[in-house]
Every structure is written in C-alpha cells, then in structure tokens.
C-alpha cells in the first residue's frame, strides 16, 4: 500500500531563541512546496513556543505543513517529577508529534524499555502522534543480534498499544552506530532491516497494519544518500540529526523523500 512518507528533523539539543525560529521559518514555505512527504520538526522544550510560532501555527493552523514535534516527554500526567515535562504542556505548546525511544535517551540516558513504553502508550493515549525508536549498538550488529534486538524493542515499546492506535505510529529505525557518525547504513542493509520489522509488526498486529505503518531511516541521511535510501520499499522516510540543523540540507531530504510518491 502507498505509504505517504515522513521526514524529521530531529534537531537534539541544539539551536537557540533565534537560531530555533529562524530555521523554522526557512522550512516552512519550502515544505508546503513539498506535498509528497509530512515534516516535522522535533524542536528542544524551551524553543517550542517560539518555534511554533515561526512555523505559523496559531495564526494560520493551515498555513503550514510543518509539525511541531517535541523530543521527549513524560508519561504522568502531572506531579511532582522535577525536570519533566507532560503530554498535557507539549499539547499546551501545539505540539502534535514526540519521538519515544531515542537511542541517546536509552543509551546515554539509561530508559528502559519499560519507561519507553510507558511514554509510547502516554503519547497516543493523549492522541497525539508518536514515533517510537529502535536501533542496534555495534557491537549487537556485530554479535548478530540486530533483529533480535529490533525485535525485542518492537514488542516492548508497543505492548499494550492497540492495532487503531498503531495508525498514529511512525517507527523509527536508527542503528546506533550510524548516528551522528557518518557512517550510514547501506540501502540494502537498511531495507533488510526494515523489511524485518515490518514482519514483526505482521506478528503482532496484522498485515494491514504492517503494511500501512510507515518506518523511517535516521543515522548519517544526509542530501548525497538520501535518495538511494528513500529508494527502497520499506523506508518510508528519515529523521534527521545533523543534516536537519540546515534548512538546504534538510529540504533537499524532504524534496528526495516526495518524489517517492
Ligand atoms: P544524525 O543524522 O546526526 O546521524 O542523527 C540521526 C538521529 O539520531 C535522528 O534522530
């Protein structure tokens, strides 16, 4: 089935108050230019509003096809979790889209599948949409684990989460190794993976499912690989680290992944 793809930016912790809306504001009419392919941008907490703004939410909630897309979140509604942030204020902020599982949160952070999942149900449960990262570490590659790991973070991040609910899920396959490396995964090492994935999903939901959940590639895309990457049939999109900090950059990603379409 045709799968509309998407392209993130994920933009970590980087950009500031002018930095932030200013390359909103270069993406913005450019990505309209774009109707092949859903943007998002996945913007640090205290630049949200600021963002949103620039991107032209609020002011002309269809004036922009940019969404604004927070990096983390937490899954408790309110209370006393210093430092955290809710669903209910990424809501408050317009934000529509929050990535759940990155490989830095788990792997730098230490969240456990368990939290991840917690977030993942809490990001739908809230209806908003999520997209949930997987990815595996170079020495799993190496040992030969990558499905079994793919797979174990496929079950765990999603138990729980109904076969309605996995049409506000984008997967998010991002080896490890490839991020913020340089060192990109081929295409055909890519579409292997991502073609495992898409059977898991078959397993644990059904094949329409399966089939209509997109599942993008992040790590190292960047305009020179993008294309032959976006080419193969189960990548349905990219996020973003580096490459997304320039609006060039970034639109040219965007503009590869519409003329898939
Ligand atoms: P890079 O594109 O910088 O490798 O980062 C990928 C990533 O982690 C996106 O979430």
Redesign the pocket.
Known sequence: MARTPSVGG?WKMNTDRTTGPALARDLAPAAAANPGCEVAVFVPFPYLLAVGEALGHGSSPRGTRVRLGAQDCYFAPDGAYTGEVSIHMLKDCGVSVVLTG??ERRHVLGETDQLVNAKTRAVLDADLECVL?IGETLDQRQAGRTDAVNEARLRAGLAGVTAEQMAHVTI?Y?PVW????GKVATPADAQTAHARCRAVLAEMFDSAVADATRIIY????KPTNAAELLAEPDIDGG?????SLKAADFLAIVEAAGEQT
């Open positions: 994920n990155h490989s990262c998010a991002e490839a991020i913020g490396t992040g790590g190292s895309m996020l973003i680290g580096g490459a």
